[in-house]
């Protein structure tokens, strides 16, 4: 079974983020019922260890693959986050790991959809842990592509998790691990200004490595699906980000280019999920205008159904793009309004 899942895991989506119940599922007992004091307890029993286990398997993942960590309980978010910080690291390992919490009575399968946009992530790359079977079912019957688990005891998870192979690579780029890093800096930025202020470095990329690469990972801000067998007069660049500090955040965007004596086309565009809408899309837009010494651009594009992200930038700004045929056009003339919506700089 574990070979097959190896596999399997090389054609599959790669999964992205782990979504957790509480209640019987990180711990025995209801929150709201017995209070932070019994679940505490109930963590430092002989049963509680399992789940103790458990968390500290799910740290280690998260860890080493950068995937993020999210809560979705049917609870107080006061009450929620006031007992997580009322225990420990060592009867609750995942403290201080959480990436999103969300805690009210809503359908957990609006919350999940809630938790992937906050991730800016797809729901197809979350796996759903939850005891009850019946919100499982609500779940897979409204987000058929979320990866939902059957268990029956908290100990079933781990076997069931490493059998499947759910969490193999062929291969992890750093970029990957530090996923949540770069997460937890962006959201730090934001918050301390809505419009991030970051720094772009631009490489050339004559194998067109780092672009298909992206390409091949990146769906909702694709513009083509067009990632691989370019034509000999195709060049590719891909950029990097950082922070004031000169942190390095990794690969942000790749676009691939024929620069014609009559009109640049791009081949395709592509950004990485952790860098959307907070100003990276307008840096580029910019760039290209210096880049390619032109304010008429054409980009191939295809509506894939999933890269609902170029669709929104399109959108947004009607009097540069025009859409027809499978093509976008633009005419970068007037660049006010992304100059007003970006804070990031080329270097």
Known sequence: IRLVGQVLNRIKVIYKAIVLDLDDTLWKGTLSEIGKEEIKNNLLSPEGHKHVAFMKFVKRIANELGIFLAICSRNSIDEVEDTIRY????VFPLK???DVIIANDNDKSDNIVR???ELSILPNSIIFIDDN?????????????CFIPEWNSI???YPLLETTAIFERPNISKNS?????????IQAEKRQNFLPQLYCRVYDDVSHTNAIELYGKSNQFNWSQFNRGFDDDIQSVYLTIHTPNNDDLGICSSFSYRNSADIVEIQNWAISCRFFEIGLEECLLLHM????KSTKLSFRYNDSGKNGRVKNLILKYPNIFKVSEGEVSAILDDIK???ENTNIKIV
């Open 87 to 90: 225990l420990t690291h060592e």
């Open 96 to 98: 201080d790991q959480l």
């Open 115 to 117: 938790i992937a946009s």
């Open 133 to 145: 079977v019946i919100v499982r079912s609500e779940v897979r019957q409204s987000l058929p592509d």
């Open 155 to 157: 100990d079933e998870i």
């Open 177 to 185: 691990q530090n996923r949540r890093k770069q997460y937890r800096v």
């Open 289 to 292: 205008i210096k880049f390619f």
């Open 337 to 339: 309004s992304l100059v």
